[in-house]
């Protein structure tokens, strides 16, 4: 089983964006999801989001069931922000949220911040096997 984005409305999510307060007056940059790396090996699940620049106190990681939310708050001013003649990777505010597997192990999450990457590892449960028996019919 994979992680798998969490989008509870197809059309809520096209359209969400357009109903952010001051969309129209937003710059291109205000409005940018950061790319991710989801990561499946046999022990871990790890979701690796790229977002420079940032502190890690301006994060905001949430589990609520199987649903993991991943934000961003950083409404401070950029300081000679008239100076940049382009700037692409400027994130204020973002979103992201998936939908847990269920061999995840949610009481293990952990995360850190490293060189512009927030890295969030989820420990996967180890799967029983499943015992078979034939039954006979008597």
């Known amino acids: 089983m994979n992680i798998i984005e969490y989008k509870p409305n197809l059309f809520s999510s096209i359209f ?21 790396n989801i990561i499946n090996n ?6 690796q ?10 994060f905001s990681i949430k589990l609520d069931d199987n649903i ?15 100076n940049y003649s382009l700037k692409q990777f400027s994130y ?7 939908k847990l597997p269920d061999d995840a192990n ?9 060189n512009g990457v927030l ?7 180890k799967i029983k096997q499943k015992k078979t028996k034939e039954i006979i019919i008597s």
Do not use: M, W
């Open 68 to 82: 993991l939310s991943i934000s961003l708050d950083d409404s401070k001013e950029i300081e000679n922000a008239s």
């Open 106 to 114: 949610l009481g293990k999450i952990k995360a850190n911040y490293t």
């Open 16 to 36: 969400d964006e357009f109903y952010l307060p001051d969309f129209f007056n937003q710059t291109y940059n205000e409005c940018k999801i950061p790319d991710i």
């Open 119 to 125: 890295n969030v590892e989820l420990p996967k449960n």
């Open 42 to 47: 046999e022990n871990l699940y790890s979701i």
């Open 92 to 98: 204020n505010s973002f979103l992201r949220t998936f």
């Open 49 to 58: 989001v790229a977002i420079p620049g940032k502190s890690k106190e301006n």
